[in-house]
């Protein structure tokens, strides 16, 4: 009756622990997926300033060959690109 009992006890302290031990590694991968998909994210954003931001040069490339003052030249070469 007591081997009984306590064969039941290690079991159920091994059945926890394997819950245990599951919940962490999800709870591990799931950190990695946040971290990966914000870096997907930022790796975005990224791409979408150096498409703008090569728009921006080439705008003021065609200006330049159409003889545009350099004051308003100067207008789009200052904007900002975030």
């Known amino acids: 009756m007591?081997?009984?009992k306590q064969h039941q006890l290690r079991n159920h302290a091994?059945?926890?622990r394997a819950q245990i031990a599951k919940n962490s590694s999800v709870?591990?991968?799931d950190r990695l997926d946040y971290?990966?998909?914000?870096k997907?994210?930022?790796q975005k954003l990224?791409?979408?300033r150096l498409k703008v931001?090569?728009?921006k040069q080439k705008k003021l490339g065609g200006i330049q060959n159409l003889g545009i003052e350099q004051k308003y030249q100067y207008e789009l070469?200052?904007?900002k690109i975030l």
């Open 2 to 4: 007591e081997a009984e």
């Open 14 to 16: 091994n059945v926890v």
């Open 27 to 29: 709870n591990q991968q």
């Open 35 to 38: 971290l990966e998909e914000g």
């Open 40 to 42: 997907k994210v930022r």
């Open 46 to 48: 990224e791409d979408d």
């Open 53 to 55: 931001e090569g728009i």
């Open 77 to 79: 070469a200052k904007k």
